[in-house]
């Protein structure tokens, strides 16, 4: 067997930096690989985006090559603006237009990093793709059940085939999983659980089992030019000052329309519901006694219905575009935890997943295709659970699976809808 080819998903950062650093110390062949996301005229780092805080709307293609050149490993720039365009930023100005709440990363690691971007990868002859998530993935040991990274497993198979053909590679379960990072505060698995069986047998995350001190450490030790580089915050490819400026570029149009509180009463005026989300307090421009929050937006009457902290919070919600990792198409309820945004609260659930609810005739809440949508059932009501975000599912460490939240089910609406 020849030695296991890796292309490591290089952005100039310290996470991706330290992570071809470890490929090449585990014996790989290594190159990087690049992704042009922008027509911009130059795709250096925004140092005005630093000052800001916010992330870089354009990946540091020189930083990039300055690292690879340092580790001494090939690297390639791969053009993915017209996919970029039209797979992540089209879908999120769209969804803003809906009303809902879009979180691009979930929708750019299956369809670009790890769609388009592992493609070119294994054009130019890799056989898996590294990244520097938070996360681990691989495979179960068939008598221990213990976890075998997807780096470790492809070193020791490269290993024992070298020295005495030993390797079986039958010892190791046929799916691959997708497990929390071993640091749960920088865990990164919520915007990754859209990786289908391919990607993630293909897949590399060598940061899974470290922390972000010790990467910074590593990167220091080996004199890495990220070593100290900020982090990447907020959406990668928006560099004005909010999503609102950015949508504003885009021609979004802005309509004005009425304010009224979950009993209909008319409090004021909003600049247009691509302004808010669920869950929002600050910037509505009412006066009332009470705090009030952002509970529901109607696109169909533009309205904005705000309420008291309480009226909130969901006991439930419908989810689609269904990913599940740990098996295929579950048909009866699966327990576990869950998360209904990025490092949010986790709390108890259920999955109700779309063979019960069809066999229970359930309607999903809205006029969608039955056999993409399941039900969550919390067991501690969450609040504001925004459509349009993302909803993942656990049992311990591992991702069972997720999607998108379609609709909440609140205290109000039980016995209408809802398990």
Known sequence: MARPKVAVAMSGGVDSSVACALLLEKGFEVFSITMKISEAPNDSYDSRIDKSGLGGAYFAIEDAKKV??????????????????????????????????PNPCVVCNPK??????LAKAEE????????GHYARCGRLRKDTQELVENCVSAAVQWAYDRDSGKWEDCCLSPRT????????????????????????SHAMFPLGNLTKTQVREIAREKGLHAADRPESQEICFI?????????????VRFKPGLIVDTAGEVLGCHRGIQNYTVGQRRGLGIHSPDPLYVIHMDVEENKLIVGKREEGYAHGC????????????????????CAVRYRGKEVEATLYPPA??????????ASKDLRDIAYVKFSTPLFAVAPGQSLVFYQGDFVYGGGTILKSINESQNGKEGI
Do not use: W
């Not at 670009?112 to 971007?117: A, D, S, V, Y």
């Open 68 to 101: 690879c050149d340092q580790l001494r490993v090939p690297h390639y720039v791969v053009d993915l603006t017209r996919e970029f365009e039209r797979e992540v930023i089209e879908p999120f100005v769209e969804g803003y237009t809906q009303g809902v709440t």
């Open 112 to 117: 670009i990093k790890f769609g388009h971007l």
């Open 124 to 131: 130019l002859g890799a056989d898996y793709l590294a990244t």
């Open 177 to 200: 999983y997708l497990v929390r990072a071993k640091d749960r505060d920088r865990d990164q698995t919520y915007v990754l659980y859209g990786l289908d069986q391919n990607m993630l």
């Open 239 to 251: 560099t004005q000052e909010s999503y609102r400026e950015f949508l504003e570029e885009r021609n």
């Open 318 to 337: 419908y989810i689609h575009r269904l990913n599940f990792i740990m098996t295929d198409d579950p048909d009866s309820p699966v327990h576990g935890t």
């Open 356 to 365: 019960f609810l069809m066999a229970k005739g359930e309607e999903g809440g």
